[in-house]
């Protein structure tokens, strides 16, 4: 037994968790790195669970992206997917921008209903909830590394080469992700005291999608829709990494910064307004 | 002084909830939207809706020491426990928890019923704050805890709920805490896993570990606890020695079957607003109408024969009723009758048993009493029924059952744990001796192997 001094204190009390943005982050860092272990198991006890007792196993997560895919290529074929001038394939392009746009929808998703997940464990361990909430962000990278593979594979099947730029590729997402964090982290905080956050959430996602250049390309015909499209970040979080996949420039590097920069603060943001409220969340799950 | 070795350091301790799912979004929306907008809580007023789960709790525990914390469901023992885990955070005063807080709340938490137990002794282990390194290094000690056999390398889901616990309680067992929060997890498994938990539990608080124990068991509070806190309704009613709790926590239990015995009584003579008699069984009071019974009343012996709802363990007592003859009735007997809470007619006191003979009686009001100088009734609640019958004739004249209740108080010289649906003390002498060579002593001698 170590000797009463040694032992670390903690001390749990009404006052409000005190502290600026600064300390948050700092916070979500620390807990996170030494709770990385968590997040492992807990994916690795998903991944597990997923594969066990399925006659396909590991092909499940394969064959979602490769139905989705081939009906593009399909439809494409058939001549319903026309969309005008562009100088990549279609179904390329359209992979490309719903894989992104599935990261994007999947990280909210998941964050959002991360507490909620993990009400159990919320309420009998003393895990940082940030990892909780966090570890399943897991299994959606996993998928998306997936979908990188099933890219590749469109590639060679179109004959296309792209741009080195590819290798970047997994940097180019980060804003995009770390927006989704931004919003998710909020969210999972308020779906908490109201359940059906997430739902409303989902749905006005799936609306957002259609002033995202997701399925189309820029320009469009519309003046004021692309003033709308042109207003709204997640156009260059999207559009930018696909050009530059695909042509190996991005028209809009700046405005790209800019929303960059704009997804950090959202995080950062995110991040400070869940430690703020979160010892609060446990006692209404 | 001990003072500078204190682990866990509670002072005015106070959570509030909130009573519906509908105000408590409310709240927790318009709380939520406060603290991000401007920055502090709302005050620690109750609003409409919400009460105190626990309130002004205070208390200090040693290292080494354990404390039983007892009280009736939502009492807010729970509540404590998740404060003390750093679940719930208080809404008012603050915890000081110095070391490393192991909580078999988290029995098997994380398990998934699909994985192997060996598999979820890893996951439940990562929850618990342990490195695959820590686990791999213990899972031995950890598989001969369980003692699960080859059933390890089965899928959880096809686990007995003894055997799931028996996991979850061995790999909570690993982790030494300096602090160990227990809610009800240790009547699990059979007798040897039993007391395999209890000789572990003993060895951590030998080696410094302080431990609270949440339990309706008062057996395994006793078993295991040096000091209790008995919370009711959020507060803490009494705190101090475990036998001084375990003792206010059985009366607090029986003044609760007393008060719903009353209950029941004054319920069902409200519902009735005539004072007809049924002439059949079946109801609460009835009887051929020659006789009625008024009052019946337990008097206490020592405080000059006042009416009492409450005796000391061994006090004498007197039952007395008024009775109204309306017709001459010949050799009338009285009797009394008392249920304890789970049982019927554990004791019959009859007027001609103890050997009152009455001749014809005639109309008119009268007082019977009886005086029971000594009683050995558990602690507990007791119901009195009282019954006017006539000799020869094998009827009730007149019938009321649960027509006063008196509790026993828990004696303080002797602190009775052993079983609580025990109605009668008897005491008794016991001697222990050796048998000696081959010779079979008769009697009451227990046998006893010496260990050699």
């Known amino acids: 037994m170590r000797s009463i001094s040694e032992l670390p204190v903690r001390v749990f009390s009404a006052r409000i968790p005190s502290g600026n943005i600064a300390s948050s982050l700092t916070r979500v860092v620390q807990e996170v790195w030494t709770t990385r272990g968590v997040i492992w198991r807990l994916f690795a006890r998903d991944f597990t669970v997923h594969l066990r007792q399925k006659l396909l196993g590991l092909l499940w997560a394969f064959l979602g992206p490769i139905i989705g895919a081939a009906s593009f290529v399909f439809l494409n074929y058939a001549g319903v997917l026309n969309p005008g001038n562009l100088t990549m394939p279609y179904p390329l392009f359209l992979f490309v921008g719903m894989t992104l746009w599935g990261l994007f929808t999947s990280v909210i998703t998941v964050i959002s209903g991360g507490l909620l997940t993990h009400s159990d464990l919320v309420l009998r361990t003393n895990i940082p909830k940030v990892t909780l909430v966090l570890s399943g962000t897991a299994n959606v990278l996993y998928l998306q590394l997936v979908n990188l593979v099933i890219l590749l594979i469109l590639f060679i099947f179109y004959g296309v080469v792209p741009s080195w730029w590819i290798l970047m590729f997994p940097l180019m997402v980060i804003p995009l992700m770390a927006l989704a964090l931004g919003i998710g982290l909020v969210l999972a905080v308020i779906a908490v005291m109201a359940r059906d956050v997430t739902a409303m959430v989902t749905t006005v996602l799936n609306l957002v999608m259609f002033i995202t250049p997701v399925l189309y390309a820029r320009p469009v015909g519309h003046a004021l829709l692309q003033r709308v499209i042109d207003a709204n970040p997640l156009t260059y979080l999207i559009d930018g990494p696909r050009r530059l996949v695909f042509l190996g420039t991005m028209e809009s590097a700046p405005a790209f910064a800019v929303a960059s920069i704009f997804c950090f603060v959202v995080l950062a943001l995110g991040i400070h307004a869940f430690y703020l409220v979160q010892d609060k969340v446990a006692e209404r799950l | ?452």
């Open chain 2, 1 to 452: 002084m001990t003072d500078s070795h204190w682990t866990i350091r509670a002072e005015g301790l106070s959570k509030k909830f909130g009573l519906t799912l509908r105000q408590s979004m409310a709240y927790g929306l318009k709380d939520t939207f406060s603290r991000l907008v401007r920055g502090r809580t709302p005050s620690n007023e109750l609003r409409p809706g919400e009460f105190w789960a626990l309130k002004d709790v205070s208390f200090e525990l040693q290292q080494g020491e354990s404390l039983g914390l007892v009280g009736v469901n939502g009492s807010g023992k729970t509540t404590l426990l998740r404060i003390l885990n750093g679940i719930f955070s208080p809404d008012q005063g603050l915890v000081t928890i110095r070391g490393r807080v192991g909580a078999l709340i988290a029995l098997g938490a994380g398990f998934a019923p699909l994985l192997t137990g060996r598999e979820n002794v890893y996951v439940n282990g990562a929850l618990l704050g342990f490195s695959k390194r820590d686990i791999d290094d213990r899972l031995e000690e950890i598989l001969a805890f369980a003692d699960l056999g080859s059933f390890i390398d089965a899928p959880v889901k096809h686990y007995s709920s003894g055997m799931f616990v028996r996991l979850g309680f061995a790999v909570s067992a690993m982790c030494q805490p300096d602090i160990l929060l227990i809610d009800e997890v240790l009547a699990v498994g059979d007798l040897n896993f039993q007391k395999k938990c209890y000789d572990y539990l003993h060895r951590l608080k030998q080696r410094g570990t302080s431990i609270i124990l949440v339990s309706h068991s008062v057996g395994a509070i006793w078993a295991l606890c040096d000091k209790g806190l008995l919370l009711h309704e959020g507060r803490v009613a009494v705190a101090g020695s475990v036998q001084d709790v375990l003792r206010a926590y059985n009366d607090q239990n029986a003044h609760g079957a007393l008060m719903q015995s009353k209950q029941r009584r004054s319920s069902r003579e409200a519902a009735r607003n005539d004072h007809s008699l049924s002439a059949t069984y079946g109801g609460q009071k009835g009887g051929t109408g020659e006789v009625l019974v008024h009052d019946v009343a337990v008097l206490s012996l020592k405080n000059q024969a006042v009416q009492t709802e409450s005796l000391e363990f061994g006090e004498g007592f007197a039952l007395e009723a008024t009775v109204e003859v309306k017709t001459a009735i010949v050799s009338p007997l009285f009797r009394f009758t008392i249920d304890a809470v789970h049982y019927k007619y554990i004791a019959s006191i009859d007027s001609l048993e103890q050997g009152l003979r009455l001749n014809t009686v005639p109309p008119g009001k009268f007082v019977v009493r009886v005086t029971v100088p000594d009683q050995n009734l558990m602690p507990g609640s007791y119901i009195v029924n009282m019954a006017v019958c006539q000799k020869g004739v094998d009827a009730h004249l007149f019938f009321w059952l649960n027509t006063a209740s008196f509790q026993i108080l828990q004696p303080t010289e002797k602190f009775l744990y052993s079983e609580a649906n025990a109605v009668v003390y008897l005491g008794g002498e016991f001697s222990f001796e050796e048998v000696g060579g081959d010779q079979l002593r008769g009697g009451m001698a227990l046998e006893f192997k010496a260990a050699s």
